[in-house]
């Protein structure tokens, strides 16, 4: 914000004709919808620490955010990995500038209580929400037991929308997240397979439009800086966000706290490493390119060399 | 039996440990330990609250456990001397209380309970009257009195402290917070009107409602959060609950077992219930309530933290590095402008000298004030140094009005205002110098730009044109004389030949100055150029001549020729000056006139007839011929003038003035002497009877009637003479004496008749 205000007083003192219409261009619309990982922007928009030159658009569901990113009514959105490659693959190139958090359990395969392993799998009918990031966790599984999806039967349903398919009987696997999870769980189901299995490989991010990050570079710049501000806060000052994040979500502070648990929130270095030039992000989205290709779920392998961006990341926080 | 035998068995055990390690007399301390609690609210009631919780923690660790409830002030007492084991406080406190001292460490966060709900998190509560309506948000707060336990309490004072400046509101520089050392009374004071706004922690105002039941309609929470999940109303952000600490002079193994107790409380057992809690969870990270001190600079963070330079590098990196871009180019910018001001500063000095040295007067103005001059500017006043004129106007040195009319300092202002706009000025002056006398001046006046000026300086220079000045004035006298003078004034070359002449020439001479210019000047006819000559030889010529106007009228003129030398005595030019003496002349013969001769009758009078006498008598003598001397008087004329009047007689006295004139020779003088008398003078006179014949037709002529006023009168004249030479020696007198007695003579004869002089007559 200081750092902003002084550039743009002794540029503008130089370049004063040329260049001051560049400061009042449109903010930044960074869609977000409600996870955990995403909730310290929540929060800097709640203790007013988001800048102008960003303006958040709350969407319910990763969908809401896609959509608005491939139509031009966002700028940014908070995204799971997988779904950054598919709206690459789309045709929207975007960068991610940060990674809000990586899931350590928050993603699980539950299963009825006779299968007990990875292999059990095989023929089982599996409910995943093929468009989201299920997906991905569902294929490492099946990566793992060395099956492929011909071998299983895929039944692609919404998430929310597994519990009544799973009491139906007409799935015997569910590939989803909390707080599906805890009611599945409740309804007989045992977690058989999770992301802490999987480490670093569910992530989930913010990205740009590569449109955006050429036309208002700054406004990323608020953004991600924002987003650790608010995430300085949910880490050190729990006590309070905790009851502000379960205010929002409608849940109880103790849901807040396990979910907590099962997501990993990557601070500034972890960050650095994350996003470097062939790191875990870049690696990572390669496979999962040429998987969801391979699976059909999208038309072609999109470029990621260039998928991340390490530039927008402060330099240091305030303590 | 058995159960002695054993128990003494016991007995002796534990007498054995307890004499040989010290660590179990510590473990046993008879007089056990002490746990002091807050006094976030009265004290007895906190007594009453924690009483149960003492007691679990002695039954449960076999440490006696004493409780206190001490003020903030008192606890920090008790601290510093080690006067108590275990405390437990609001997280603000304890920051304090760690700073000052060092301590084992958090044992254990409260976890408080209400109504089933169990929460490790505080927060504040900033609240109000319910009829205040004019307190409705944080901002409304301004101006407004606050209470609050104390400036060490959380929820009490630091957590709303932070939400009122987020709001932009500095309560604290006002001055308007007072502090009642606990929650309760806060809560009175709002109540009861004393102040107009409270600060409390999370969880007071329900326990009060509990008792109070009115109390919820009586106050209004202002900035309340929504906290889903939070038992309590707050007003703040929130922060970890209350730390249990530990001394570290407490022995490690009664920490263990009261934190052993404090950790195996659940939730419902009546020792926490009473005091209002679920139970103890492993400690909270209280870094945030940290950060807020920091925030705030409120004790222990009041004083600013020291920042080291590498600190400033790392955080403010890109601003160091604009900075110092533009110090750097601060630094050569003012180098470059440094150079060219000394640059300038040499060229002014060089201008200076150069004016100081200068052989001319010179001069520096600037606005009006001279602020330089260098020595012949000095000089040329007569002044003796340069103070006398430094800080002075040119006005100050000159007369009030310039000669051309100009008032000095109105003529100043407007040159100055020219070369200020650039232009070079040049203008005649003339300064009074010291001594009061005049000097002319040329001024030049230029336009000097220097350095740290916005308008030029106005360099001046003068040139002394005094003698021109002087010159210009003889030439302009000497043209006004030649001009206006009413002799005629010519110049000729060295030949002779007019050059220039004035209006005085043309008049007297009628000759334009086209005709005369390239002819000679008028001069004498029968001298010619030999004037000339005599005018170069002798320097000058004057003299008197005739000569004749352009229309040939004739002129006397008197002209004076000089001859005018060059530094090598070549003759360069003549200058003449003639005047017209035509009528000076005329006059000078008609005053002639007038002096020899009878106005009456124009005929010579006694003067004239008395210088002709002698002239005759000369000749007489010298041509040895007779002339004859003849007195005539007119008979009965006075009669005559009786009787018709005297202009009837002065027409007969002409009338025989005539008549005698026609009878004498031309080469005889007839003269009127006075009234009737009249003498003649006749030239060779061959004798006596010559003479007496001419006398005789003389009586003839007289004697015709003549016509006087119309009437005819007949006169006669008595006449004498003598004759001239005589045998004595004779004058004029003599001469005319002998005539008049001879005229006598023949007036006694009986008139009309002549006598001659002889010696017998008398």
């Known amino acids: ?319 | 039996m058995m159960q002695r035998l054993a128990l003494s068995w016991q007995r002796a055990l534990l007498t054995l440990l307890l004499t040989l390690s010290p660590l179990a007399h510590a473990l046993t301390a008879p007089d056990g330990v002490t746990l002091a609690v807050l006094a976030y609210r009265p004290e007895a009631l906190l007594q009453r609250q924690y009483e149960p919780l003492v007691e679990y923690l002695s039954s449960a660790s076999g440490v006696p456990v004493h409780l206190k409830v001490l003020d903030q002030e008192a606890m920090t007492r008790a601290v510093a001397a080690n006067g108590i084991d275990f405390f437990l406080t609001n997280p603000s406190h304890f920051l304090l209380i760690r700073s000052e001292r060092s301590l084992t460490g958090v044992l254990a966060t409260v976890q408080r309970d209400w109504k089933g709900r169990s929460t490790g998190s505080v927060g504040g509560v900033i609240f109000t009257r319910a009829n205040r309506d004019d307190i409705r948000e944080l901002a409304d707060l301004r101006d407004k009195r606050i209470g609050s336990p104390g400036v060490q309490f959380l929820g009490g004072y630091q957590a709303p402290l932070l939400e009122l400046e987020a709001a932009g509101l500095d309560v604290r520089r006002r001055g308007r917070i007072t502090y009642l050392g606990n929650h309760d009374r806060v809560v009175r004071a709002v109540v009861a009107g004393d102040v107009d706004a409270g600060f409390i922690r999370t969880g007071v105002l329900e326990e009060l409602q509990e008792n109070t039941p009115g109390l919820a309609d009586e106050l209004r929470v202002l900035n309340p959060q929504r906290l889903r999940g939070f038992p309590f109303r707050a007003s703040t952000r929130l922060y970890p609950e209350w730390p249990l600490v530990a001394l570290p002079h407490v022995d490690n193994g009664v920490v263990r077992r009261v934190a052993s107790a404090l950790f195996a409380l659940e939730p419902g057992h009546p020792a926490v219930r009473s005091a209002g809690l679920t139970g103890f969870s492993p400690p909270a990270d209280y870094q945030s309530v940290e950060s807020l001190a920091r925030e705030l600079r409120l004790p222990p963070y009041d004083h600013a933290p020291r920042v080291t330079w590498l600190d400033v590098l790392e955080q403010y990196r890109p601003w160091l590095l604009a900075v110092g871009v533009l110090l750097f180019l601060l630094l050569v910018t003012s180098a470059w402008l440094g150079r060219q001001k000394r640059q300038l500063v040499r060229e002014e000095r060089r201008l200076r000298e150069l004016v100081a040295s200068w052989p001319q007067p010179m001069l520096i103005i600037r606005g009006r004030d001279l602020v330089e001059c260098n020595r012949a500017a000095v000089e040329l006043l007569r002044y003796g140094s340069p103070a006398s004129l430094v800080g002075k106007e040119l006005a100050a040195f000159s007369h009030h009005i310039q000669p051309d009319g100009q008032v000095s300092s109105q003529k100043l202002s407007n040159l100055l205002l020219r070369v200020e706009m650039g232009d070079v000025a040049t203008t005649e002056w003339v300064f009074v110098r010291s001594d009061a006398s005049d000097i002319w001046v040329e001024m030049t006046l230029a336009p000097v730009y220097e350095y740290g000026f916005d308008s030029p300086a106005v360099l001046c220079s003068w040139y002394d044109i005094t003698r021109r000045k002087q010159a210009e004035e003889r030439m302009r006298l000497a043209v006004m004389v030649f001009d206006n003078a009413r002799e005629a004034i010519f110049v000729t070359d060295e030949h002779g030949v007019i050059m220039d002449i004035n209006d005085a020439y043309c008049r007297i001479t009628g000759r334009t100055s086209g005709m005369a210019i390239g002819m000679p000047p008028p001069l004498p006819m029968d001298e010619g150029s030999g004037v000339l000559v005599t005018a170069r030889k002798q320097g000058v010529w004057s003299g008197e001549f005739l000569s004749r106007t352009h229309d040939g009228r004739r002129l006397v003129l008197n002209l004076t020729l000089g001859a005018v030398f060059d530094d090598h005595s070549r003759l360069t030019h003549f200058v003449g000056v003639f005047s017209d003496i035509t009528k000076i002349k005329e006059t000078e013969r008609k005053l002639r006139a007038m002096a020899h001769y009878d106005a009456l009758t124009g005929l010579p009078n006694r003067v004239l007839f008395a210088d002709r006498l002698h002239q005759s008598m000369a000749q007489a003598k010298r041509h040895d011929y007779q002339l004859g001397v003849i007195y005539i008087d007119l008979d009965e004329f006075k009669p005559v003038n009786d009787a018709f009047g005297h202009d009837a007689g002065d027409d007969l006295l002409v009338e025989m003035a005539r008549r005698m004139r026609t009878v004498l020779r031309e080469e005889d003088t007839l003269a009127r002497l006075g009234g009737d008398e009249f003498a003649a003078i006749a030239v060779n006179v061959s004798g006596e009877e010559a003479l007496e014949s001419l006398l005789s037709r003389l009586l003839a002529a007289v004697s015709e009637p003549v016509w006087v006023a119309s009437h005819s009168v007949t006169v006669s004249v008595s006449v004498g003479y003598t004759l001239y030479p005589q045998p004595g020696e004779l004058d004029a007198d003599q001469l005319l004496r002998q005539a008049d007695q001879a005229m006598y003579q023949a007036k006694r004869r009986g008139r009309n008749g002549y006598c001659g002089f002889s010696e017998n007559l008398l």
């Open chain 1, 1 to 319: 914000m200081h750092r902003r205000r002084f550039l743009q007083l002794s540029v503008s003192a130089a370049l004063a004709p040329t260049l001051v219409g560049c400061f009042h261009r449109e903010p930044l619309r960074m869609g977000v919808h409600p996870w955990i990982g995403y909730e310290p922007l929540y929060l800097t928009e709640e203790f007013g620490w988001l800048p102008d030159s960003v303006t958040l658009s709350r969407g319910f569901a990763a969908r809401d955010s896609i959509n608005g990113l491939l139509s031009g009514n966002l700028d940014g959105a908070a995204l799971t990995i997988d779904e950054a490659v598919r709206v690459q693959a789309a045709g929207v190139p975007v960068r991610a500038v940060a990674v809000t958090d990586v899931s350590v359990g928050a993603d699980m395969l539950m299963a009825r209580p006779g299968i007990h392993s990875l292999e059990d799998l095989a023929g089982k009918s599996i409910g995943v929400e093929l468009g989201s990031v299920s997906a991905v966790l569902l294929f490492a599984a099946l990566q793992r037991a060395g099956l492929t999806a011909d071998q299983v039967s895929l039944v692609d349903l919404p998430v929310n929308r597994h519990l009544q398919s799973w009491q139906l009987g007409q799935i015997d696997v569910s590939v989803c997240y909390e707080p599906t999870a805890s009611r599945l769980k409740q309804a007989g189901a045992v977690g058989l397979f999770d992301s802490r299995q999987v480490p670093d490989t569910i992530f989930d991010l913010l990205v740009v439009t590569r449109e955006a990050e050429r036309r208002i570079p700054g406004a990323i710049e608020d953004l991600v800086r924002a987003h650790f501000r608010g995430l300085q806060h949910l880490v050190r000052n729990s006590h309070d966000a905790i009851y502000r994040v379960a205010t929002r979500q409608q849940v109880d502070p103790e849901a807040v706290r396990e979910a907590l648990a099962s997501v990993m929130l990557p601070e500034l270095a972890a960050n650095r490493r994350y996003l470097a030039p062939g790191g875990r992000v870049e690696t990572v989205a390669r496979e999962l390119a040429t998987v969801l290709e391979r699976e059909g779920l999208i038309d072609r392998v999109p470029d990621v060399d260039e998928l991340c961006s390490r530039d927008f990341l402060p330099g240091s926080l305030p303590s």
